[in-house]
């Protein structure tokens, strides 16, 4: 992966907060859940959330520990130089592309304008729309303030060290990637449909593995996202970037998440989809030419 080193990716919606935590996530449904440590809460966080907006469960507001304060994290990051001598400007960058692509797509192929997200960095723990959320999360949308939450901490402590991934420069963009995905569903309403929040073909999953394909479609296109002066945000995607999301998609799937934990594969379990779904749908997506392809509400061969 590398970036243009004369795009401006000064306008990409990231920003840092420190404080504004405490409280915590409320009632989480952690029943049922297997493993153990920060991958069960990884599983658990999405299905939270889906609660939340479905108007089930209880739990603090934001702003339980007081106003976070925004850092100057950031503020060095304007070009696609900086993108790639630097992770954060990186974060900058590939946010900026997801805006620009879905900006594009979102309209032309579901009549639906895009609303802006952004994502909050943190540390520790901060307070988000959906309650308080602390550094065990794991990165997470929340569809009340239409927000992607991240302690970027996660790649390197979980994601790798806990999960088994095996990193690289491309696994962060995958995963803000699926996050973004989450709020293309919150825009399309389709977070309404969910019911069913465990087992292998639930409401769930589908909703997990559809990110996932958004997230492959974004990456086949990035290279073709701009600055608002036309210029091209991404030089180059290679097979390598795409074998790190890959990578990535398998490292958070159920099943391999509850043989981390040291449980059975329970698909009865299952929240998020095995690795080889999240693994197939990222490429599904990567391979589509149309948002419909990634319809998982609306197949049988998840």
Not at 2 to 16: E, H, L, M, Q, Y
Not at 33 to 48: A, L, N, Y
Not at 155 to 183: A, N, S, T
Not at 241 to 258: C, N, P
């Amino acid at each position: 992966m590398r970036f243009n080193p004369k795009a401006d990716i000064s306008g990409g919606r990231v920003t840092d907060v420190r404080g504004g935590g405490g409280g915590g996530m409320g009632n989480l449904p952690i029943g049922g859940i297997t493993g153990g440590g920060i991958g069960t809460t990884i599983v658990v966080i999405i299905i939270f959330l889906i609660v939340q907006f479905a108007g089930g469960g209880g739990g603090s507001g934001a702003g339980s520990g007081g106003p976070a304060e925004t850092t100057d994290r950031y503020e060095q990051c304007k070009t696609g130089a900086d993108a790639n001598r630097s992770e954060d400007c990186a974060r900058r960058a590939v946010e900026l592309s997801l805006e620009n692509y879905w900006a594009k797509v979102l309209p032309q192929q579901t009549g639906k304008q895009l609303r802006p997200t952004q994502v909050v960095t943190f540390t520790g723990g901060t307070s988000t729309g959906c309650g308080s959320a602390s550094a065990d999360v794991g990165p997470f949308y929340c569809p009340t303030d239409q927000t992607i939450y991240l302690d970027t901490t996660f790649f390197k402590d979980v994601l790798e060290g806990q999960l088994g991934g095996r990193g690289g420069d491309f696994v962060e963009p995958y995963v803000i990637g699926h996050e973004f995905g989450h709020h293309i569903q919150n825009l399309l309403g389709t977070m309404g449909q969910v019911r069913t929040q465990s087992g292998p073909t639930s409401d769930s999953v589908r909703l997990e593995l559809q990110a996932d394909c958004y997230a492959g479609m974004w990456t086949k296109g990035a290279t073709s996202t701009t600055d608002k002066s036309g210029v091209r945000i991404f030089e180059s995607i290679d097979e390598g970037d795409i074998t790190e999301a890959l990578d990535s998609a398998k490292a958070v799937g159920d099943d391999r998440i509850q043989k981390q934990g040291g449980g059975d594969v329970n698909k009865e379990q299952w929240t998020h989809g095995s690795s080889q779904q999240r693994t197939r749908w990222f490429t599904t997506g990567y391979q589509a030419t149309s948002i419909k392809q990634c319809d998982t509400f609306a197949t049988n061969n998840l």
